[in-house]
């Protein structure tokens, strides 16, 4: 299936969760001077533009980005990533919300790899035209690159296959960023089969992976099978804006688990994710979790589930105090395979 598109979610909460998460991860990778190797296996069309076309539709940034935009509070880790989305809106109107690429590649360095996997057809030619123009942009600007090689390389293909041959990448560090649409429910089993299969191949690799939290099973099942996954340590932060509905439609709750995560990013979670309750939250249904935890295997990899040490789970369930039930735009649409 290739009917979804992001455009129709551009800038609603859960891209809010994702893209604070990823610019943290990359800032703390940009703390030293060696090149590393950033992946999105779907990248999308990695720019939007939300006062026309797909993203107008149901309006979800009123969900996300927009209840942040004009506050003056924000603590620091997130007035950054609002600050960041702002740069592509210098008439202080809000009219353009960057995908994870764009994020990328305007934080990553010179000496610092993009490998981008998109399916869909009609995505990956926006996505090249965009990188096409910031091409131009720069070379009008007069920038020129210091580093022998292609910075940005887009793929037309399968983004969990194509992983296989970045790994480990040259320089021995990177990020992977995981975020499948799940249209369908094989999507959810070759999450974990692709991360199983990343950690053989580059076990100190930081991954990243977005999820919707649906009613669905797989969607229920899927963190806790994460959690089961050999590696050295584990963070999985959800944020719930509302509770789920009678009908269980659309996308209220998502989330981002990260292996092999910074030492820092916890506590910065532990610090934003509250206010981020409070500003986005709109009824008492909304809530926070944040859990970390580690899940080593002894010597090689174990024959037997017996044979994983499981460390302790720290985790911070936090609910709403929201009662009154907020506007929240025209409606939240869902990331599961239903038509947008």
């Not at 076309?53 to 004009?70: C, H, M, R």
Request: net charge positive; hydrophobic share 35%.
């Amino acid at each position: 299936m290739l009917s979804y598109r992001h455009g129709f979610h551009a800038g609603n909460h859960a891209d809010v969760l994702k893209h604070f998460v990823l610019i943290q991860l990359l800032n703390y990778l940009n703390q030293k001077d060696t090149a590393y190797t950033y992946v999105d296996t779907h990248a999308g069309a990695g720019l939007y533009s939300l006062d026309g076309g797909y993203a107008s539709k149901n309006a979800e940034y009123e969900t996300g980005i927009a209840p942040l935009w004009l506050r003056d509070d924000l603590p620091a880790a997130l007035q950054e990533y609002l600050d960041f989305v702002k740069t592509l809106n210098p008439s202080g109107k809000m009219r353009y919300y960057p995908g994870s690429p764009y994020c990328a590649d305007q934080l990553m360095r010179d000496q610092d790899r993009l490998r981008l996997f998109e399916l869909h057809p009609s995505e990956i030619k926006i996505l090249s035209e965009n990188f096409r123009k910031l091409d131009a942009h720069r070379a009008a600007q007069g920038e020129r690159t210091t580093v022998r090689g292609k910075r940005v390389i887009i793929n037309a293909g399968d983004g969990f296959e194509g992983l296989k041959a970045l790994l480990p990448p040259p320089s021995r560090r990177g990020l992977v960023l995981i975020d499948p649409p799940y249209e369908v429910k094989d999507d959810y089993r070759r999450v974990k089969v692709c991360l199983e299969d990343a950690l053989q191949r580059f076990p100190t690799g930081t991954y990243a992976v977005w999820y919707p939290v649906l009613a669905r099973i797989e969607s229920k099942q899927l963190p806790d099978r994460l959690k089961r996954i050999p590696a050295n340590g584990w963070l999985n932060v959800t944020l719930s804006i509302s509770g789920p509905t009678p009908d269980g439609y659309g996308l209220h709750s998502s989330g981002m688990f990260i292996i092999n995560p910074p030492w820092t990013l916890e506590a910065t979670l532990r610090e934003v994710m509250p206010y981020l309750l409070k500003v986005l939250g709109t009824d008492a249904g909304a809530k926070i979790n944040i859990e970390s935890g580690e899940t080593e295997t002894i010597g090689r990899k174990p024959s037997r589930p017996e044979a994983l040490v499981r460390r302790p789970i720290r985790s911070t369930p936090i609910k709403s105090e929201n009662k009154g039930g907020n506007k929240i735009g025209k409606g939240i649409g869902n990331r599961s395979g239903n038509k947008n």
